[in-house]
């Protein structure tokens, strides 16, 4: 069974930070491109960030200099660190695998649950 699983959400005041964990079951998640999603409530789905097979990354401009996307091959899994949150980052954050950095979510093949960061004092 294909599956991503999305780690690492939580509760965290302004200007902390969250370490997000995608991990997959039944595929590699070297052989694909994987995007960083996150939608706030009444919002469109928007990338945050993507990483392809050799680890090249792209960011949105309102991450940019605050979250950093890493692959962990040994263990399967791709990283989204995120610091320096700000309450306009609360939103449910997905990752996704596809065969290109894509900037619309519907264009990947396979997806996680999600998992809810929420930035608050």
């Known amino acids: 069974q294909l599956q991503l699983v999305e780690f690492g959400g939580g509760l965290v005041q302004p200007g902390g930070s969250l370490r997000l964990s995608c991990a997959a079951s039944g595929f590699i998640l070297d052989d694909y491109v994987i995007g960083w999603f996150r939608q706030a409530p009444g919002k469109e789905r928007e990338r945050v960030s993507c990483?392809?097979?050799?680890?090249?990354?792209i960011y949105a401009d309102s991450v940019k200099g605050r979250f950093t996307i890493s692959r962990d091959s040994a263990k399967n899994t791709v990283y989204l660190q995120m610091n320096s949150l700000k309450p306009e980052d609360t939103a449910v954050y997905y990752c996704a695998a596809g065969f290109g950095c894509w900037g619309t979510w519907n264009q990947y093949n396979y997806w996680g649950r999600g998992t809810q960061v929420t930035v608050s004092s």
């Open positions: 990483i392809s097979r050799s680890s090249g990354s």
